[in-house]
């Protein structure tokens, strides 16, 4: 499955034209590469996105099919790791 459409597909990105958008700024790595649109995803690749500061590495546990219920849509991958580089929108006590 295309890298572009497992993001779409799993609600990672809303749209696959945006998901399209983050692989084309270098925004997107797979397995450690930064991966273009249409690279083959697989169950056990790690993407990692970064946009404006926020990173969020998944882990692909399962492919979804062309007639995939959006409602088990998070089933697709696990959150290895999520944080938030961007000093601006942190709190300061």
Same mark, same amino acid.
């Given at each position: 499955?295309r890298? +572009?459409?497992?993001?779409?597909?799993?609600?990672?990105?809303?749209?696959?034209?945006?998901?399209?958008?983050?692989?084309?700024?270098?925004?997107?790595?797979?397995?450690?590469?930064?991966?273009?649109?249409?690279r083959?995803?697989?169950?056990? +690749? +790690?993407?990692?996105?970064?946009?404006?500061?926020?990173?969020?590495?998944?882990?692909?546990?399962?492919?979804?099919?062309?007639?995939?219920?959006?409602?088990?849509?998070?089933?697709?991958?696990?959150?290895? +790791?999520?944080?938030?580089d961007?000093?601006?929108?942190?709190?300061?006590?």
């Open positions: 499955m890298l +572009d459409v497992f993001l779409k597909a799993s609600s990672v990105a809303k749209r696959r034209a945006f998901a399209k958008e983050l692989c084309d700024q270098g925004c997107v790595k797979v397995n450690g590469n930064v991966a273009k649109s249409g083959a995803v697989q169950v056990g +690749d +790690d993407i990692e996105i970064s946009k404006r500061g926020h990173r969020k590495t998944l882990k692909v546990l399962e492919l979804p099919a062309k007639s995939f219920n959006k409602a088990r849509a998070s089933e697709c991958y696990e959150v290895l +790791d999520e944080s938030n961007n000093p601006a929108s942190q709190v300061h006590s």
